[in-house]
């Protein structure tokens, strides 16, 4: 499992951190040897505490490339920039990658 810690720190103070968000990706033993398939858990912290999860998952992530690649896919199927509401579309496709954000998958 990895897990990613968002923390902002005022002015650099490392004194004064304060946590964004914890994201988790976790291998839901179901892939390939050659392809994985994640859940994915991204949990937004509010300055007085409050929280909020999302979930997401990751399915045939290729196990070869690197760790900060699984994030950065974890990260856009989670938490999706939108550009524009009038003009976005729920499908976002860059080259082999097909994020279905409405089935909250992202297949590679």
Excluded: Q
């Excluded at 994640?38 to 999302?54: N, P, Q, R, W």
């Excluded at 976005?88 to 954000?101: I, L, S």
Aim: charged fraction near 30%.
């Amino acid at each position: 499992m990895l897990r990613v810690t968002i923390e902002l720190l005022p002015d650099g103070d490392a004194e004064l951190t304060r946590t964004l968000a914890v994201m988790t990706v976790a291998n839901d033993d179901t892939g390939t040897p050659m392809n994985g398939h994640y859940d994915v858990e991204l949990t937004h912290i509010e300055a007085d505490g409050t929280t909020f999860t999302k979930t997401a998952r990751v399915a045939d992530f290729d196990r070869d490339r690197p760790a900060v690649d699984l994030v950065a896919a974890a990260l856009s199927v989670v938490n999706p920039l939108k550009r524009g509401m009038a003009s976005f579309d729920d499908r976002h496709e860059t080259g082999k990658a097909v994020a279905a954000y409405d089935d909250d998958e992202l297949r590679l």
